[in-house]
T-cell receptor
Framework: EPEVTQTPSHQVTQMGQEVILRCVPISNHLYFYWYRQILGQKVEFLVSFYNNEISEKSEIFDDQFSVERPDGSNFTLKIRSTKLEDSAMYFC?????????FGQGTRLTVV | AQSVTQPDIHITVSEGASLELRCNYSYGATPYLFWYVQSPGQGLQLLLKYFSGDTLVQGIKGFEAEFKRSQSSFNLRKPSVHWSDAAEYFCAVVEVDSSYKLIFGSGTRLLVRP
C-alpha cells in the first residue's frame, strides 16, 4: 500500500540553525501539506502546495518557513533560523481529495 | 472559516465499558469528516471517515461514528473499550476551499481503567 514517508524521524538542532524536513508523498497525489503539532496541543495547518506552488499558508508560516518540491518526488519544509518555539512534531501529508494521508512525522527539538 | 470542537479534554472509562467521544463542527454544506487516533509520540492513524451516504460509518479497531447534520456532530463510539485504546483522539473536517486542508479539533485524551 502506498504511504507517505518522512525523514528524519527525529532531529535535534541548535537555535538559529537551518533545518530541512523531508517527505516523499504518494506519487499520484496532487495536494501536499505540512502540519505542526506542539507537544500536548492539537494539529495545526502550516501550508498547502498544489501545482508546484503554495496554495494556502497559515499565519504560522512566516518568512522563516519555505517549501519546495525540488525533483517531482520529494517535498521539503525548510526552517531558516530555528527558534525554541519551533520544537514540535511536523507532519507531511498528501491528498487524494478529500482524504489526506499522513506520514509518521518528524520530531524537531530546538535547543 | 470552519471549526471543530471536542468539548471533552479528558475522558476516563473502565475497560469493557462503552465509549462516546464528542465532536461538533461548523460548516454550511455537507462536510468531509474524520477521526484520527494518536498514541504518545506517534503519528496520526485514521480510524474512520464520512463523505456522504449512510450516516453511521464503521472504522478500524471496532470504532464507529454517526454523522448528525441537525446537531452538527460526528461522535465516535465503541461498545467495549480495550486498554490498548488509551490514546489521544482527534476529530477533523476538510475545509473545502483552494487547499482542502484539514481543520483539527483540540483532541480528547482517553484513559482506560483496568
Amino acid at each position: 500500500e502506498p504511504e507517505v514517508t518522512q525523514t528524519p524521524s527525529h532531529q535535534v538542532t541548535q537555535m538559529g540553525q537551518e533545518v530541512i524536513l523531508r517527505c516523499v508523498p504518494i506519487s499520484n497525489h496532487l495536494y501536499f501539506y505540512w502540519y505542526r503539532q506542539i507537544l500536548g496541543q492539537k494539529v495545526e495547518f502550516l501550508v498547502s502546495f498544489y501545482n508546484n506552488e503554495i496554495s494556502e499558508k497559515s499565519e504560522i508560516f512566516d518568512d522563516q518557513f519555505s517549501v519546495e518540491r525540488p525533483d517531482g518526488s520529494n517535498f521539503t519544509l525548510k526552517i531558516r533560523s530555528t527558534k525554541l518555539e519551533d520544537s514540535a512534531m511536523y507532519f507531511c501529508a498528501s491528498s487524494e481529495v478529500p482524504e489526506a494521508f499522513f506520514g509518521q512525522g518528524t520530531r524537531l527539538t530546538v535547543v | 472559516a470552519q471549526s471543530v470542537t471536542q468539548p471533552d479534554i479528558h475522558i476516563t472509562v473502565s475497560e469493557g465499558a462503552s465509549l462516546e467521544l464528542r465532536c461538533n463542527y461548523s460548516y454550511g454544506a455537507t462536510p468531509y469528516l474524520f477521526w484520527y487516533v494518536q498514541s504518545p509520540g506517534q503519528g496520526l492513524q485514521l480510524l474512520l471517515k464520512y463523505f456522504s451516504g449512510d450516516t453511521l460509518v464503521q472504522g478500524i479497531k471496532g470504532f464507529e461514528a454517526e454523522f448528525k447534520r441537525s446537531q452538527s456532530s460526528f461522535n465516535l463510539r465503541k461498545p467495549s473499550v480495550h486498554w490498548s485504546d488509551a490514546a489521544e483522539y482527534f476529530c477533523a473536517v476538510v475545509e473545502v476551499d483552494s487547499s482542502y486542508k484539514l481543520i483539527f479539533g483540540s483532541g480528547t485524551r482517553l484513559l482506560v481503567r483496568p
